[in-house]
């Protein structure tokens, strides 16, 4: 996002009109954006092995910093004035937007840091929510907000872990770290792969060992398919298969008569010939949720490849298989969100698809021959809105490009 795009400008336009700021007083800018996981859903809570990236829609915000400690923040998207003072945060509101401005403030306190200037803040969201983390870059723009007003310098690796914090201990959505990282660790142009047990990264160009595939290498365009239907994750099966995950995890080694960590098990703690020789021993849920995990991480290491190979299809594939496997074995995804995957993969042009998120909400993503995204975009909304008529007047079809990393503009 570059200084004078329509979000900043309308972020500076909401901040003055809806504080009524002078036009003498600063204003500071920065975007947060969205992100993709075109393969490693729902493995990061287990600490497992991922990929994604930044793309270059997200949330702009327009602040100013204050003299006191009071916090005040609108919302081009949300309904509602936030406002709460530095040295009595209130507790979480279920499905309130401003458990973030909140949760952020309370993770830089827990952090040591001392807020002694508040902000008034308006944010304005480029693609409507749902399924590209928009709470996650909400969360990550507060804490930029809140640190660069009070001077607070805190390195990006340290805000994925504050961005966590706000997700797992503020509002109480038990996730993991891919989000935050892919918002704040991305490189443009660049596919990241993240150990999240380890923090370990490594950027991947498109298309950097030609020599492994033949033909062209044509970086796919990233499509982002809405829906129209939006609910928090917190109150769906999320934080429930979660546990499944970790029960599964805990079984298996029980199993083998390995030790369980004391802080419980996750599925990364399970080495992969226990998975192999015991997975038929678990109940038929855990056992599904087991085979997503360790399938999808075998399909993030041939993922990884195809992308460096410059192999779209090959990579479409695997993404279209990740899909598959939450459907199947995660089972998840609404009625509208499978739907929407199944018309993606019947399109002209669509490499791969699958949700873009935990799929209970939201949107898909797919990687789509740039050539062919307009008639990819035109089926995609004949077919979805032949069966999901009522949401005719807010689906959408984006198509984006991978972006930078969360980031102060002035």
């Not at 204050?66 to 709460?84: C, K, P, Q, W």
């Amino acid at each position: 996002m570059r200084e004078g795009s329509p979000a900043l400008v309308r972020a500076a336009e909401g901040l003055r009109r809806t504080f009524g700021l002078s036009p003498g007083v600063s204003i500071s800018r920065l975007f947060a954006p969205y992100r993709v996981c075109p393969i490693g859903a729902h493995v990061d809570h287990q600490d497992g092995v991922v990929t994604g990236m930044a793309i270059d829609q997200g949330v702009a915000f327009a602040f100013a910093p204050r003299t006191d400690t009071h916090v005040r923040a609108a919302s081009a998207n949300f309904s509602g004035l936030i406002e709460f003072n530095l040295a009595a945060i209130p507790a979480a509101v279920s499905g309130d937007w401003g458990n973030f401005p909140r949760g952020a403030a309370a993770a830089l306190q827990r952090s040591g840091r001392r807020l002694t200037r508040g902000v008034d803040l308006y944010l304005v969201g480029e693609l409507p929510v749902g399924g590209l983390s928009s709470s996650a870059a909400v969360g990550v723009g507060y804490l930029l907000a809140l640190e660069a007003a009070n001077d607070v310098q805190v390195s990006p690796e340290e805000n994925v872990r504050l961005a966590r914090a706000i997700e797992n201990e503020y509002v109480g959505l038990n996730s993991g770290v891919l989000d935050q990282s892919m918002i704040l660790l991305s490189r443009e142009g660049t596919l990241l792969e993240l150990d999240c047990r380890t923090g370990a990264r490594r950027y991947v160009s498109f298309g950097e060992r030609p020599e492994a595939t033949s033909g062209e290498h044509t970086m796919p365009a990233i499509a982002i398919a809405y829906s129209g239907l939006s609910n928090a994750l917190v109150g769906t099966g999320y934080n429930q298969r979660v546990a499944e995950c970790r029960d599964a995890a805990r079984l298996l080694l029980e199993r083998a008569g390995l030790p369980v960590p004391d802080g419980g098990a996750r599925l990364r703690d399970v080495p992969p010939h226990v998975y192999e020789t015991h997975a038929a021993a678990l109940p038929k849920p855990l056992r599904r949720r087991a085979a997503h995990y360790f399938g999808e991480q075998a399909r993030v290491a041939a993922g990884a490849r195809a992308w460096a190979a410059g192999d779209p299809t090959c990579i479409g594939q695997l993404v279209a298989e990740s899909g598959r496997s939450s459907i199947d074995n995660y089972e998840c995804g609404a009625l509208e969100l499978i739907a929407l995957y199944e018309a993606l993969l019947a399109a002209p042009g669509v490499y791969g698809a699958r949700f873009s998120g935990a799929g209970f909400r939201g949107s898909c993503i797919a990687l789509v021959d740039p050539d062919r995204a307009g008639d990819a975009g035109a089926h995609v909304r004949d077919a979805y809105l032949r069966a999901h008529p009522q949401y005719a007047v807010t689906f959408g079809f984006f198509r984006c490009a991978p972006g930078p990393a969360a980031h102060l503009l002035s």
